[in-house]
């Protein structure tokens, strides 16, 4: 599913207050793991959240997809993979794929769909505003649209 390349992959043990009664992983964590991946991947790029952020640029979340396989459950190890899926120089998705990192089962795919807006919400072209991000995203992208 992902370039293997140009991934990354964060462990996490399920913590007891993001299951259930029964001890599943309920579904809003997953997104939570997508977000930990994607933090994770920024930094190893050279760049974080709070980087972009002090330089007066945003990334709010757009759109999220999220398909269940199978559930995870209290003190499961989980992995949590992270890509580039597409970016076209406003809009930048990244996937998502977590598996039980004991068994490789797979648990949850995704996508969450940014853009880069300032703190007026007008859209930043990165390619002329911060050129080394720009050079970061587009050289890990899958598909540049």
């Given amino acids: 599913m992902s370039n293997r390349n140009e991934s990354f992959t964060v462990d996490i043990r399920v913590r007891y207050s993001e299951t259930d009664q029964m001890?599943?992983?309920h579904h809003r964590n997953y997104l939570n793991w997508f977000?930990?991946?994607?933090?994770?991947?920024?930094?190893?790029?050279?760049?974080?959240?709070?980087?972009?952020?002090?330089?007066?640029?945003?990334?709010?979340v757009t759109e999220i997809r999220a398909k269940y396989h199978q559930s995870a459950k209290y003190e499961d190890l989980v992995s949590i993979?992270?890509?580039i899926e597409s970016y076209n120089k406003i809009r930048l998705i990244f996937g998502y794929e977590v598996k039980n990192a004991e068994t490789g089962q797979l648990l949850c795919t995704g996508q969450t769909e940014h853009v880069f807006i300032d703190r007026e919400g007008r859209i930043v072209r990165l390619k002329r505003t911060h050129p080394q991000l720009f050079d970061i995203l587009t050289s890990k992208a899958r598909n540049l649209e």
Avoid at 35 to 60: A, N
């Fill in 81 to 83: 993979t992270v890509w």
């Fill in 23 to 25: 001890g599943v992983v």
């Fill in 35 to 60: 977000e930990v991946g994607r933090t994770e991947w920024l930094r190893l790029s050279d760049v974080s959240y709070r980087e972009i952020e002090e330089e007066g640029v945003l990334m709010p």
